[in-house]
């Protein structure tokens, strides 16, 4: 069974950083791209962030270009998002979430809150 | 304002049909797949549709896709009242991916 499981949410000011990690199993995690995807509240959904399996290709919404930074350690089969220079409208519940193939999200996380105020 | 574009609202009535538009444009739609998401009150996104018209295992043949030029609906038969969520479609766009701002299906 596919299992994604986020951490790192907090509550932080603007201007801060905060570093979101997912750790997967029940899947060969570096066969596979990854994404974060974030839902405001209230809101819809809104893909942020996407990683290829090897981790040599790494693809970024405008709105968070230059200030996030996703990697992956596929020997322990973890998603990494460095979040800097964090907005109040980044504040957002970020999914953690598996590919079938780009584009097509087969697998999602329960996600986890991140919340950016004063 | 998303890139895709949804209707914000539909109803039917248990039992009924109803469909869920997507409109995008050349650059997303009118060349790459599309996929369909449910999202049930207080859960995580599932994906419910993929490549235009295929159901993942689990999705039930009542759940149905389709895509014409730049358009794609998602058709739901035999409604039920479990079957009340949010609707998002998603696709593939140049260097990114994109979804519709969703549609809240309320059955009667």
């Known amino acids: 069974e596919v299992q994604l499981l986020e951490s790192g949410g907090d509550l932080v000011q603007p201007g801060g950083s905060l570093r979101l990690s997912c750790v997967a199993s029940?899947?060969?995690?570096?066969?596979?791209?990854m994404n974060w995807v974030r839902q405001a509240p209230g809101k819809g959904l809104e893909w942020v962030s996407g990683?290829?399996?090897?981790?040599?290709?790494?693809f970024y919404a405008d709105f968070v270009k230059g200030r996030f930074s996703l990697s992956r350690d596929n020997s322990k089969s973890t998603l990494s998002l460095q979040m800097n220079s964090l907005r109040a409208e980044d504040t957002a519940l970020y999914y953690c979430?598996?590919?079938?193939?780009?584009?097509?999200?087969?697998?999602w996380g329960q996600g986890i809150l991140v919340t950016v105020s004063s | 304002q998303s890139v895709l574009t949804q209707p914000p609202s539909v109803s039917a009535a248990p039992g009924q049909k109803v469909t869920i538009s997507c409109s995008g444009s050349?650059?997303?739609?009118?060349?790459?797949?599309v996929s369909w998401y449910r999202q049930l009150p207080g859960a995580a996104p599932k994906l419910l549709i993929y490549?235009?018209?295929k159901r993942p295992p689990g999705t039930p043949d009542r759940f149905s896709g389709s895509r014409s030029g730049t358009s794609a609906t998602l058709g739901i038969t035999g409604l039920q009242i479990g079957d009340e969520a949010h609707y998002y479609c998603?696709?593939?766009?140049?260097?990114?991916?994109?979804f519709g701002g969703g549609t809240k299906l309320t059955v009667l």
């Open positions: 979430v598996k590919d079938l193939r780009f584009g097509v999200f087969d697998h």
């Open positions: 029940g899947f060969t995690f570096s066969s596979y791209a």
């Open positions: 990683i290829s399996g090897s981790g040599g290709h790494t």
């Open positions: 050349s650059s997303n739609i009118g060349s790459n797949y």
């Open positions: 490549d235009n018209d």
């Open positions: 998603g696709t593939w766009d140049t260097l990114s991916a994109v």
